[in-house]
């Protein structure tokens, strides 16, 4: 039944705009989790251990989910280990350390503009992988309009000799989130997309915590609310990155990752209610036609084809 519905084309564009929504709700939670555990703007460690222990417990939450459902312990193969490990490094640890460093060295609208183009390296790139999954023109088409969304938002960002080192540690991050894209992808093609998303995610969180205490952060538990914002934040990953795997299984990853220009629309919206940040502009307006806009023509079918 799962695999059915993740295959219908329509149900997988729900699906997609679902786990958006609930990446969407990690902007507005981040937050009121740095607040609640006291974690500094500057405080690199504690912010990697924070994000470490959200994967790790969001890979336990789905790893004792295949568990019961399999009703057996969960393991890797000999041939699994190195391509869900390099997935783990790739789409958790290395994209979330680059971003946690980059973002204190370049301004926010830099990070927003940087962080939007994983999708259009996404639809660009994976024709060089997937055969079946080519480039045309309403895809170039929804990429331009998709970039215009961040510039209307952003109003055209600022490029700066003194966010040079953070820009690009951002764009690195960008590029490991594009790159986990396609190897998610490739690495859950054989295999159970639910337990390659428990192992990838335990083995990008471990990374994680081990850099966040090798920059001597630490995180004190010392009230309730933290561990629930915590355990929320692991379930959005635990339910998001296990959907998102799936869909990435059965349909081309160009027209699934354009969708994620929809996370920080969602964002800003949740932000506004959770926070009561002043954020509901015109620009975002515009920046939700311009996003629905290019996802559309992303997935415009000049003729039917079957996927990779």
């Keep these: 039944m799962f695999t ?105 609208t830099n990070t927003s503009i940087i962080t939007a183009c994983g999708s259009f390296f996404t639809v660009l790139a994976v024709p060089l992988f997937f055969r079946s999954d080519k480039l045309n023109v309403f895809k170039i088409l929804g990429c331009v309009i998709g970039f215009a969304r961040v510039l209307a938002i952003n109003r055209g960002g600022a490029v700066s000799t003194d966010t040079m080192f953070g820009d690009m540690l951002i764009l690195f991050s960008t590029i490991s989130a594009a790159a986990g894209n396609i190897i998610s992808k490739k690495v859950a093609l054989n295999r159970n997309p639910i337990k390659v998303t428990a192992f990838q995610l335990i083995i990008g969180g471990a990374v994680l915590l081990l850099s966040g205490l090798a920059c001597g952060g630490k995180l004190v538990f010392d009230n309730v609310q933290s561990v629930l914002i915590l355990l929320w934040l692991a379930f959005v990953s635990a339910a998001a990155f296990s959907l998102w795997t799936a869909l990435l299984k059965h349909h081309q990853a160009s027209r699934i990752s354009i969708f994620n220009l929809l996370v920080p629309v969602f964002g800003t919206f949740l932000s506004a209610i959770l926070l009561g940040e002043a954020v509901l502009r015109i620009e975002t307006l515009v920046s939700l036609v311009l996003i629905s806009t290019g996802i559309v023509l992303v997935n415009i079918k000049r003729r039917k084809s079957g996927e990779d």
């Excluded at 989790?33 to 703007?41: A, N, Q, R, V």
């Excluded at 789409?91 to 979330?96: E, H, L, R, V």
Aim: glycine letters at 12%; proline letters at 3%.
């Design 4 to 108: 059915k519905l993740i295959k219908n084309t329509t149900a997988s564009y729900f699906i997609a705009i679902l786990c958006t929504l609930l990446w969407g709700t990690a902007f507005p939670f981040i937050k009121l989790g740095y607040t609640s555990f006291s974690i500094g703007e500057g405080d690199i460690g504690a912010k990697l251990i924070f994000a470490g222990l959200r994967f790790m417990i969001a890979g336990a939450m789905v790893y004792l989910t295949v568990w019961i459902t399999d009703k057996k312990l969960p393991k890797l193969n000999k041939n699994d280990i190195l391509p869900v490990t390099g997935l783990g490094l790739v789409q958790t640890a290395a994209q979330y350390i680059f971003t946690y460093i980059g973002i204190g060295f370049t301004s926010g």
